[in-house]
């Protein structure tokens, strides 16, 4: 296991709102946190290319999480999810929906797709700031990348404050 998996991380942001997208983005630089390189694409097609290094995004990292809204321009949240898991080649990187949708539809259907979290958007700014900041503590500074996870399954990673439980579906 690469002892610096927790170390540097290139997060992949996937959001149509400019606003939310650099709110994503600073969340994971504060506090003086040099190694989270954000990356930011805004729509479904552009967050395939970018994770499948295709056109111009050639030279693109692989991310070590993905930060997926559902609401999308061109492909839905929901039609990358499935790209994303159906792929043996991607499917072990963490992917957790950040969207403003509490529907219960888009939360089970996001669990039946296997995203590894589901977040509501807070709409205040510091609920916002702290969602943030437990994302990156779950899935970057806190996790390591799970022996199932490595062989190319899905893995799961604890559910934190914020999250929406299954068992509530």
């Not at 559902?70 to 159906?86: F, Q, T, Y």
């Not at 509490?102 to 996001?110: A, N, T, V």
């Not at 929406?164 to 579906?169: A, N, S, V, Y």
Request: aromatic content about 4%.
């Amino acid at each position: 296991m690469d002892g610096n998996w927790t170390q540097a991380a290139d997060i992949l942001i996937v959001d149509d709102d400019p606003g939310d997208a650099l709110l994503i983005g600073e969340g994971f630089l504060r506090g003086g946190n040099k190694t989270r390189s954000c990356h930011v694409v805004r729509d479904g097609h552009d967050a395939l290319r970018f994770v499948r290094q295709a056109d111009e995004h050639a030279d693109a990292p692989r991310p070590q999480l993905i930060l997926l809204d559902l609401n999308l321009p061109g492909v839905h949240g929901l039609e990358v999810l499935a790209e994303l898991k159906d792929d043996a080649s991607l499917r072990s990187i963490p992917v957790v929906i950040l969207s403003s949708s509490r529907h219960p539809d888009d939360i089970q259907r996001s669990y039946a797709l296997h995203a590894n979290a589901y977040i509501t958007k807070p709409v205040d700014l510091d609920a916002f700031s702290a969602a943030i900041t437990t994302i990156d503590a779950c899935f970057l500074k806190l996790a390591e990348p799970s022996p199932v996870a490595q062989a190319g399954e899905t893995g799961r990673h604890p559910v934190l404050e914020g999250l929406q439980p299954r068992d509530e579906l």
